[in-house]
């Protein structure tokens, strides 16, 4: 696993802040608990075919226009081999909480079934779009995932942009598979304060995600508002350029 996870974060070009060792950071030690499997771990332990590991290693680093645009044209006849049906399968096993070991050790025999069997894989990719596309729901022209996977699921049903609420943090995230939102300007009303003293205080509760143009997170709804009304303007405007 440590050998194989630089070489999908080579494979998915993911972003510099993103660290290779997260992926075996997943993996849980015995009697603790971890992330768990997902589809970069699926490429990293070569359970899905080395062929077939572009798609699930870019997404797991970033979401890209040639990345979102080739799952939207594999979902409109989706075949058991195409990169987005190998995606979607191993999203269906990933459960993105505390998982121990024999429940990681369970995932991965879920999966290897489903690598073994091109008609049960083809099954739990289909019906894991279409529960993407059950997790967001679109609120005064954006769409709001309500659970994991929403803003993935948004993107696939066609949106430029989406947006999430994470209640353990009481914050909302913006975010977009273009490179750029067009906020670097935008004026955010908690923003990192380096020499603060207070833990939240310096990683502040708006403003780029690790230096993200793409990814931002918000400190309430007013301010979601405001910065997706300045995010759609600009995507209107690059899009028709």
Request: hydrophobic residues 45%; aromatic residues 8%; glycine residues 8%.
């Given at each position: 696993?440590?050998?194989?996870?630089p070489?999908?974060?080579?494979?998915g070009?993911w972003p510099?802040?993103i660290?290779p060792?997260?992926?075996?950071?997943?993996?849980?030690?015995?009697d603790?608990?971890a992330?768990?499997?997902?589809?970069?771990?699926?490429?990293?332990l070569?359970?899905?075919?080395r062929d077939?590991q572009?798609l699930?290693?870019r997404?797991?680093?970033?979401?890209t226009?040639d990345?979102v645009a080739?799952?939207?044209?594999?979902?409109?006849?989706?075949?058991?081999?195409?990169?987005t049906a190998?995606?979607?399968a191993?999203?269906?096993?990933?459960?993105?909480?505390?998982?121990?070991?024999?429940?990681?050790l369970r995932?991965?025999?879920?999966?290897?079934a489903?690598?073994a069997?091109?008609?049960?894989?083809?099954?739990?990719?289909?019906?894991?779009?279409?529960?993407?596309?059950?997790r967001?729901?679109?609120?005064?022209?954006l769409?709001?995932?309500?659970?994991d996977?929403?803003m993935?699921?948004a993107?696939?049903?066609?949106?430029?942009i989406?947006?999430?609420w994470?209640?353990h943090?009481?914050l909302y995230?913006l975010?977009t598979?273009?490179?750029?939102?067009?906020?670097?300007d935008?004026?955010?009303?908690q923003?990192?304060d380096?020499?603060?003293?207070?833990?939240?205080a310096?990683?502040?509760?708006?403003?780029?995600?690790h230096?993200?143009a793409?990814?931002?997170?918000?400190a309430?709804?007013?301010?979601?508002?405001r910065?997706?009304?300045?995010?759609?303007?600009?995507l209107l405007r690059?899009?028709?350029?």
């Amino acid at each position: 696993m440590a050998a194989g996870a630089p070489r999908v974060a080579s494979l998915g070009e993911w972003p510099a802040h993103i660290d290779p060792a997260s992926l075996t950071s997943r993996i849980p030690e015995p009697d603790e608990r971890a992330g768990g499997f997902d589809a970069g771990v699926a490429c990293a332990l070569d359970l899905i075919p080395r062929d077939g590991q572009e798609l699930s290693a870019r997404f797991h680093g970033a979401y890209t226009p040639d990345a979102v645009a080739r799952a939207r044209a594999e979902l409109t006849r989706l075949e058991a081999e195409h990169q987005t049906a190998w995606w979607l399968a191993a999203c269906a096993v990933c459960e993105e909480g505390e998982i121990d070991q024999p429940a990681f050790l369970r995932q991965i025999a879920t999966f290897d079934a489903l690598a073994a069997d091109p008609s049960v894989r083809l099954e739990a990719a289909r019906s894991e779009a279409a529960l993407m596309r059950e997790r967001f729901e679109v609120v005064d022209g954006l769409a709001l995932a309500r659970a994991d996977g929403g803003m993935q699921g948004a993107y696939l049903a066609g949106h430029e942009i989406a947006a999430g609420w994470a209640e353990h943090l009481g914050l909302y995230f913006l975010g977009t598979f273009h490179p750029s939102l067009g906020l670097e300007d935008f004026a955010w009303s908690q923003p990192p304060d380096p020499e603060a003293g207070d833990r939240e205080a310096r990683l502040g509760r708006s403003g780029p995600v690790h230096g993200s143009a793409a990814f931002v997170k918000c400190a309430d709804a007013d301010e979601l508002a405001r910065a997706h009304a300045r995010a759609r303007a600009h995507l209107l405007r690059s899009t028709a350029a």
